[in-house]
Each structure stands twice: as C-alpha cells, then as structure tokens.
C-alpha cells in the first residue's frame, strides 16, 4: 500500500480547488464566503450541503456528510485513501512522493503484491474456464437454473475450478509463480508425498475482493455430489482473512454509499440474485457469523446515519446470527434493522418468488433489532396457558426496556406485545424488576446467550442527544479560553456516541487549529471533526451562559445514564449521591437561565 509523505498530502491539498471539484457532481452557488447546493449524497430539494473553498472542506447540514477533497473523492468515487490521492494528484498534476520503507516492509509489500497478482489472474483464468470449457457447460447450467444472468455472473467474475487435479497449478508455473507462492496465496495444496495440487476442483468459483475489487481470495461450491463440502474458501493465509471480507462489497460500495443502506444476506448467488434484482447495495457474509471487522467495514461505507438491513435466512441459525451482529453492531453508529423472510426461503428464492417488486417491498419493511428481538419471543411463547404467557410477558419486557422511553416506537412495541399476551397495556409498560441484568442487551432475553460488555444500543443514544454533544463542542471552539476551558471538563462519561468522543479528544489536541492533522484513516471521524469546525463557524452566540447550559445539559444526560446504570445494580447509595447531584445540575440551569437577559 502507498504511503505518501505528509509534505505531498499538503501540497496537493493545496493545489486542489474544492469548488470546481465538487461541481461536477452538484451545481453550486456562491452565498457569502460559502458556496451551496444540493447535496450528493442524499435526496433533497433545497440545499444544504456547503463548501468552504478556502479550507477546501464541505458538509451537509442534511445528512452529516463532510470531510476535504480527499474525503470526497474516497465517497463519490468509492476509493481508498491512497486511491484518491494518486487520482487527485494526476488531475491536479502535483508529484507525489513516498514515504521510505523499511527494506524488510518493502519485501513484504512486494510479496503481497505478488500475491495479488497471482489472485487476480487465477480469478480470470476460472472466468474463462467458466465460459470456454466443456466442463463448464455444467456449471453454467446449474447457474441459470438458479436465474443468473450472464451479466451479473461476469460482473462478478464468477468462474469454475477444472475437475484435474492441477490445472491451476501448471497455468501458474507458466506464468512464473513459484509453488510457494500458490500455497501462500491459498490456491494450492501439498499432497503426502509433497506434491503440489490445486485447491478448487469441480467447484463454482466467486471471488472474494476487497473494496477496491482486488481478489483476495475464493469461495467454491462444489458441483458433484460425492464432493465433501458443498462450500469451501481459500485457507486463511497471508492475504486472506475470513472474518474481515465481505462478498460483493467492491460491486456494491458506490451504491452502498448512495443509498445510505447495505443489505446483508448470507450466500454467493443471494448477492448476485439481489444485484440482478436492483438492489446492488448488497453484500453477503461468509457463513452465519458477523465479525465486528465486518460491522466495521459496513458502517464506512454506508455513512452516517447508515442503515444495514439483515436479510439472513429465515432458519434458526440466520436469525440467531441477526442477534449476535446486533451485538457487535451496538457501540457503533449504524442502525441495524431486519427483513422477516419467509421460512425456509432465502433472498434468491424470494426474487424469482416475488420478482423485484416484492423484494423492495419486504426490504422496505424491515423492522429494528429489537421488534425483531420482540417478535421472535411471542413467537416463541407458549400462549394456551397462563404460566407462558408470563413467561414470554417477562421476557419481552425486559426487551422492551431498551426501547428509549416516551417515544413511539416504545409504545408500539408495547401494544403488541399487551395484544398478542391478552394483557393490560400497563402490566407491559411496568419497569422490569430491579435485579435485571444491567447489561442485557437487546438479545440478551430471547438469544440466552452471554451478555456482552456495554450491553445493547444505549438508550437515548439518538440523533438529538448526537446534535447536544456536538453543539456543545462548536459551541466550544467559538468560545475561544472559556471553550477550551469546557472542554477540558468533559470526561468519556459525558458521550453517548463514542465518534463525537473521539472527535472531542481531537480538538482537545488542536483547539486553535480544529482541521490540522485530520485523521486520514478514518473517514467517520474526520465528518465528524469537519462538521464540527463548520458549525462553529454558523454559531453566532458566545456569551457564556449559552456555552455553561449546554455543558450542564450534557452533564444532565450523564447523570441521568448513571442513575440508570445504579438503578439497574441495586446500588442505592450511588442512586442517592446522583440524585442530589441532579439536584444541583438543575439549580445551576436555574441559575443560568435567571441571569439571561
Ligand atoms: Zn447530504
């Protein structure tokens, strides 16, 4: 991977106009210092998506989007870092240079690039096999009758291992790839006596690439019957990594980053039978489990505000893997929701079932973890008698504490569960017994499984509380001493959102200049920073009353989080010292407010 120095970064930051960058994907207008329009990366109809061209940053008041140039290549143009750099500094003709390697990294960058480059050529010489061969007819065959097309089967490179033993193996060698390099690659295996032979035979092939649509290695579906496993991928090895790769993801990430939205199924052809469909913010995790690298990777690209909608199968295994990802999907900033599937159907079977139409709509009404999580315990419950429907009561009720209070969603889901149990709203609506587990996340009741530390989507952890937390931090930087001053006394408990923390920790380190060293490697982070900086410029009050009510509003929502946190523990004493310390944070708002003007 390239690393450039950080004096080229500023030089071709420098040369970079941001304006007539961002114009040729939105009109823009000149207002004052700033320039608008509507903004790219969401629907709207009036704008509010803002360049600043001195600083070269932008950001949408409507959906957060914002960042620099850099930034904005990397989402428009669904590339990497290093991609958007060598892009941007062709169009504005600035000369990079590298950063020096350590010889010992500079060996390995090679051998990696070797490897590619085996990858690569094996995924079209399985391509060609796919279409040329008479072996493959079969394969072809067995792809149609699932409703594939041509199109998207090439789209995706999809291809077929020879039934030979080691035809891979000798087209490699050809081409000059040494044995070791075919078992480091994972395409090749040694036999007893030390021979080598090809991985994949007799299988359907799919690459599995990176965003960038670099292969790192395969999944194969066997065709014949006695054949062992009907699934096998490349062995973890140097450049693959199970748990980190996402299927379809460098076919998907533009539309991904558009739509705002991934969908998430569980096989090869679900992801090309969706595409086929339309729906190519589609992506597949291998097997059933989702890792936090995958999370990771879903919430880049969606963005945000994001959505990711599970569209597992409907067996057991596919809807315990829904709650486990909402697990590893709860301390970040993505809304997982999921599609109910009909039993026994998974989402290929749904297109050629109900065609595109049906499928958007079944995507369309897909519900959050947690009514899911509802769902699936009064589906489970033994309504005939008495005993379970308290049981299935407790349990749902414990789910449905969750569920921010006083909204909407609460209330539905407690309609449904006092209609489907045949009780009273109100034996619903009661609080769970003290001794509930404080951590038990929104799975915790109906999964059964180990609780997970911090627990399920942290309540009252919505857009509004985000907006608090990051007005007070503009409010801040506007404020000059007395804002770094307020910074300074925010302690991790005052976040909800563990990105607007991180954002705090910057400019803690670069008050005077927010947008110094923006953290390149993460993209999230720097929209967050970016946005920040902007609304400092759009605050126009500084008085100090305004700075100290929105910090003492922050403090609030921790003390608040805390009782909960005690109340769930039983500890009354602490529940004691926090109440009075809410006591003392409301008379300070008194306070503020008798002295406003
Ligand atoms: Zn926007």
């Not at 315990?377 to 379970?388: C, F, K, N, R, W």
């Amino acid at each position: 991977m390239a690393r450039y120095t950080q004096d080229s970064i500023e030089r071709l930051r420098e040369a970079i106009d941001a304006v007539e960058l961002i114009s040729e994907r939105t009109d823009l207008r000149r207002r004052g210092s700033r320039w608008v329009g509507l903004c790219p990366f969401h629907e709207e109809r009036t704008p509010s998506f803002t360049v600043d061209p001195e600083r070269g940053l932008y950001h949408c008041f409507g959906c957060q989007a914002g960042g620099d140039p850099i930034t904005f290549v990397r989402e428009t143009q669904a590339l990497d870092f290093s991609e958007a750099v060598e892009a941007l500094a062709e169009r504005y003709r600035v000369e990079l240079k590298r950063e020096r390697e350590d010889p010992a990294e500079e060996e390995l960058r090679r051998r990696r690039e070797r490897l590619l480059a085996l990858l690569d050529r094996t995924a079209i010489f399985y391509s060609k096999y796919l279409w040329d061969s008479a072996e493959g007819v079969r394969a072809r065959e067995h792809l149609a009758a699932r409703g594939l097309s041509d199109d998207v089967l090439g789209a995706f490179r999809v291809g077929y291992a020879p039934s030979a033993w080691d035809r891979l193996v000798l087209a490699a060698g050809r081409d000059g790839f040494t044995e070791a390099e075919l078992t480091g690659a994972g395409l090749a295996q040694r036999n007893k006596r030390g021979g080598l032979y090809d991985r994949f035979r007799e299988r359907i092939t799919f690459p599995l690439a990176d965003a960038r649509g670099k292969v790192l290695g395969f999944g194969a579906r066997a065709l014949g019957e006695e054949q062992g496993a009907k699934y096998i991928n490349t062995a973890e090895g140097e450049v693959y990594h199970k748990g980190r790769t996402l299927f379809g993801i460098d076919q998907a990430r533009t539309a991904i980053a558009k739509a705002g939205r991934a969908v998430v199924v569980e096989g090869y052809t679900d992801v090309l039978a969706l595409h086929q469909a339309g729906v190519a913010e589609t992506v597949a995790i291998m097997g059933t489990a989702m890792t936090r690298e995958q999370v990771a990777e879903l919430a880049r690209a969606v963005g945000a505000d994001g959505t990711v909608v599970l569209a597992l199968d409907a067996d057991s295994s596919g809807q315990e893997a829904m709650l486990r990802a909402a697990r590893v999907a709860a301390d970040r900033e993505v809304e997982l929701r999921v599609v109910e599937l009909p039993e026994g159907a998974d989402p290929a079977d749904l297109v050629s079932r109900e065609g595109e139409a049906g499928v958007r709509e079944r995507l369309a009404s897909s519900v959050t973890v947690l009514r899911f999580a509802v769902g699936r315990v009064l589906a489970a419950a033994d309504l005939a008698t008495p005993e379970g429907r308290d049981r299935a009561l407790v349990r749902a009720r414990g789910l449905i504490a969750e569920a921010p209070e006083r909204t909407a969603r609460r209330d539905d889901l407690i309609r449904l569960v006092a209609d489907r149990l045949d009780v009273p709203l109100e034996y619903v609506a009661a609080a769970p017994a003290a001794r509930a587990p404080a951590r038990s996340g929104p799975t915790a009741g109906a999964g059964g499984e180990e609780a997970r530390d911090g627990g399920g989507p942290r309540p009252g952890a919505g857009p509004a509380r985000l907006d608090a937390e990051r007005t007070f931090l503009a409010l801040c930087l506007r404020s000059g001493p007395l804002g770094r001053e307020y910074l300074g006394r925010l302690t991790p408990a005052h976040f909800a959102s563990d990105l607007t923390r991180r954002a705090a920790e910057h400019l803690r380190e670069t008050f005077e200049d927010p947008l110094a060293g923006l953290p390149q490697d993460d993209a999230q982070l720097m929209a967050a920073i970016a946005e920040v900086a902007l609304r400092a410029d759009t605050e126009d009050t500084v008085e100090e009353g305004v700075v100290r009510m929105s910090f003492l509003g922050l403090e609030q929502r921790r003390i608040e989080r805390e009782i909960r946190h005690a109340l769930a523990e039983g500890d009354l004493q602490r529940q004691g010292a926090l109440a009075s310390d809410r006591q003392r944070i409301r008379r300070e708002m008194d306070a503020v407010m008798g002295q406003a003007p």
